[in-house]
C-alpha cells in the first residue's frame, strides 16, 4: 500500500514500525551521549530517568481522558510531535538541565500517544481484530527496531548527537503524517451534557475509575503491571554497567563499547521477533486460561533469566540469558495489551489504558530508587538479583486472575447505557 492510504490496519502498522524504527535510532547510544557528551553523573543519570517516570505517572491519566473526550487522533499525533521536540531539544543542548526538561516535553508526548493508538485502531477494526493486530504490530515494530539499531550505531560513530536528532525529528515527521492519516470512523467521544471539554475529560476519568474498581480482573492487571515497572526500571537502567563493569566487554575485532550495544540489542530483538511470531501463530487471544497462562510462563521465564544475567561472569553467558529476558519483555507487552483491552469499555479505553501505563510508571519510580540504593550500596549484581526476585511477585497475581471474570463488564448505568447506544 501507499502512505497516501488512510486504511486504518496500514496506518496502524506504520505508526508502530515507525516509531520503533525512530526510537532505536535515537535510544540505541542515548545513554552514552548523555555520559560521553552531557558528562552527567550516575545521580543525574538517575534524576533524568525519575523526571520522566513522575511526568509520565502524573499525565497518563488526563492525556488518555483527552483522547476519549475530543481525539484519538488529535493525541496520537500532538504526542509524536512532542516525543520528536523533546529528543530534539536534548540532543542540541547537552546540559543537565535541557536533558530534564526534554524529559518533561518528550514524557507529556508519550503519554498523549500511549493508549490512544490501542485504543484508536480498535474502534476501527473492533475487539477481536485488534488482538491479533497487536502481535503482528509487535513483529513488525521489532523488525523496523532492528534496522533503528544499525542506523543509530552508524550515526553516533559519526557524531553522538547525531541519532538523536536525526530521531527527533523523524518522529516530528511520523506525527504529521499521521495527522493526516487517521480516520475516526469507529470513534465516538464520550457523551457531552456540556460543551465544556474540561468537564467531559473528568467525567471520564470518573467513569474510568468506577470501571477499575468493579473489575477484579482490571485490578488484578493494574497490579500485574505495577510489579513489572518496579522489576524493569532496575534491569534497563543497569544492564549496560553490569556489562561494562561486572561482566567485561572485550575489544573483539575492534568493537567498541556503544558497538556492542548495537549487537547485544539487535540479537534481543531478532529472538523477540522470533518468539512474538510463535506466540501469534499458537496462541487464542479469545481464551483467557490460554493467556493467563503464557504470561505466566513468560513472567517466570524472564525472572529466571533476569537472574541468570545478575550472576554471569562469562560474556556469552551473560549475553544469552539477557537476550531471553528481553525477549521475554517483548512477548509480554502486547499479549498483556490485547488481554487488557478485551476488559475495557469501548467509551474509556484510552482513559483506562493510560491508567495501566501509570502504573507501570508507578512501579518504576518507585523500583528506580530502591533498586539504585541497592546497586550503590551493595552492588550491581545484587541490585539485578533484586529486580529479578521482584518479578516472581507477579507470579502469584497472574495465579490469581485465573479465576477471574474474563470478558468485559460495564458495571456502571451510565457506561452500559453508552454501551448499548453502539
Not at 523526571?51 to 488529535?74: K, N, Y
Not at 475529560?201 to 518496579?230: K, P, Q
Not at 552492588?379 to 485465573?402: K, T
Request: with cysteine; net charge positive.
Amino acid at each position: 500500500m501507499s502512505l497516501r492510504s488512510k486504511d486504518p490496519t496500514f496506518v496502524y502498522l506504520v505508526l508502530q514500525a515507525g516509531g520503533s524504527l525512530f526510537f532505536r535510532v535515537l535510544a540505541t547510544t542515548n545513554l552514552v551521549y548523555q555520559v560521553e557528551v552531557a558528562h552527567l553523573d550516575p545521580l543525574r543519570l538517575l534524576l533524568v530517568g525519575t523526571v520522566l517516570e513522575l511526568t509520565c505517572f502524573v499525565f497518563q491519566v488526563p492525556t488518555g481522558a483527552f483522547a476519549d473526550a475530543i481525539s484519538r487522533r488529535w493525541a496520537v499525533a500532538i504526542g509524536f510531535g512532542l516525543v520528536g521536540a523533546g529528543f530534539i531539544l536534548e540532543g542540541l543542548v547537552p546540559q543537565f538541565t535541557a536533558i530534564a526538561m526534554a524529559q518533561v516535553i518528550w514524557g507529556v508526548g508519550a503519554t498523549l500517544s500511549d493508549g490512544a493508538d490501542d485504543a484508536w485502531i480498535t474502534d476501527e477494526v473492533g475487539v477481536d481484530q485488534a488482538g491479533g493486530l497487536f502481535l503482528r504490530a509487535s513483529q513488525l515494530a521489532q523488525a523496523s527496531g532492528l534496522l533503528g539499531i544499525l542506523i543509530g550505531v552508524g550515526l553516533a560513530t559519526i557524531r553522538l548527537n547525531l541519532p538523536i536528532l536525526v530521531g527527533g525529528a523523524l518522529y516530528v515527521l511520523l506525527g504529521v503524517y499521521l495527522f493526516f492519516a487517521m480516520t475516526e470512523t469507529g470513534y465516538h467521544a464520550i457523551p457531552r451534557q456540556r460543551r465544556d471539554p474540561i468537564t467531559d475529560m473528568f467525567t471520564g476519568i470518573r467513569a474510568s475509575l468506577v470501571a477499575v474498581r468493579n473489575s477484579r480482573l482490571i485490578v488484578i492487571i493494574l497490579a500485574i503491571t505495577v510489579v513489572w515497572g518496579l522489576s524493569g526500571e532496575g534491569i534497563d537502567r543497569l544492564n549496560q554497567v553490569h556489562f561494562l563493569k561486572d561482566v567485561g566487554l572485550p575489544s573483539f575485532a575492534g568493537l567498541a563499547p556503544v558497538l556492542w550495544f548495537g549487537v547485544i540489542s539487535g540479537g534481543s530483538t531478532l529472538i523477540g521477533i522470533a518468539t512474538t511470531r510463535i506466540i501469534r501463530r499458537r496462541l487464542d487471544l479469545q481464551d483467557h486460561r490460554q493467556v493467563t497462562q503464557l504470561l505466566f510462563a513468560v513472567t517466570a521465564a524472564r525472572a529466571l533469566m533476569a537472574a541468570g544475567f545478575a550472576l554471569a561472569t562469562n560474556l556469552a553467558v551473560a549475553i544469552s540469558f539477557f537476550w531471553v529476558a528481553s525477549a521475554m519483555r517483548q512477548a509480554f507487552g502486547p499479549v498483556q495489551r490485547a488481554w487488557l483491552n478485551r476488559s475495557l469499555d469501548p467509551a474509556n479505553r484510552a482513559t483506562l489504558l493510560s491508567v495501566d501505563g501509570q502504573a507501570d510508571a508507578l512501579g518504576q519510580i518507585a523500583g528506580g530508587p530502591m533498586i539504585g540504593a541497592i546497586g550503590s550500596g551493595v552492588s550491581i549484581r545484587a541490585a539485578l538479583l533484586a529486580s529479578a526476585a521482584l518479578l516472581g511477585a507477579a507470579l502469584p497475581l497472574l495465579a490469581r486472575s485465573l479465576t477471574a471474570t474474563s470478558h468485559r463488564q460495564v458495571l456502571d448505568p451510565r457506561l452500559a447505557e453508552m454501551g448499548k447506544g453502539r
